[in-house]
């Protein structure tokens, strides 16, 4: 048998290994590939007691980890295993958040420890450690980590630690900026979650900013299932004669499971232009499960006789 092919039939038993021994021993294998494999496997199967094998393999691939582990496979896999867990160690997450990788590519060097750190800094907000201590540690990703992903988990477990804490953390990153819109947009989600009726007015402001963030506003708005959210995009629709930022917010509302939201775009579906009717079939399309909006949507794009629309309607509904 080949080298491959020893190895192709290796990972596949990882998939269904199922006892303490066997799992066991494979946390314990040199390959970092295989190691990330039989985290998953342990998580999914909820072997708990492998907690402490876990754990070492974690501290062995942390020696010389670019040799050990290459695009750091089996760290970010355990961690997302121990979180899986609900593992309590501060500790260990710390070390995490704290990993740089510098993997080797074709123009220089990466960091592959990214998704590490991300699932470190989500794993921390659900320790028992004080707020002030876990909230230090997250702004120093959310403000200072040159990883994108990082800097939106570091978002994501500020709005999950919750309070007025939380809130001011993510406004204040709000106020100061991002160089990457998808930051600012899990910023507006925490605020939304956290405090909606402050911070639906606060958001929609940013429907008039410049660039992708006025974008992140409308998709946070759209996601949220409050009248007054809805409101604000229908508001703004209104008032905006960019094409572009008319068809974002069409394309929010569409994320709405509000009946405000839906009947809008079906007015807008029947009484607006080619492209924007277009938009809203597009929007409308997360709700094609539903009799009544696809007998809607079809009616009225058969009405208005444009083959564009009835195109887009069999491209998105599926018939």
Known sequence: MSAKKAYEEKLAALETLATPGELRKALADRNNYCVSKAA???ASVGLRDLIPDLVAAFDRFLVNPVKTDPQCWAKSAIAKALKDFDYDDSSFYLRGMK???LDPVWSGVADTAATLRGACALALAGCSISRAEALRHLVDLLGADREKTVRVDAARAIGQLGGIESVLLLRLKVLSGDVEPEVIGQCF???LDLAPADYVP???GFLDAAGDVRFEAAAALGEMPDPAAAAALIERFGKSRDAEVRRGILLSLGASRLEAARDFLLARLEEGGVEEAIACIRALAASRFRDEVR?????IAGDR???????EFRKEFGS
């Open 40 to 42: 998953a496997r342990v």
């Open 99 to 101: 990993h740089i990788q």
């Open 189 to 191: 989600a925490g605020l």
């Open 202 to 204: 606060f958001v929609a």
């Open 295 to 299: 007998e809607r949507v079809q009616s």
């Open 305 to 311: 006789a444009e083959p564009k629309l009835g195109g």
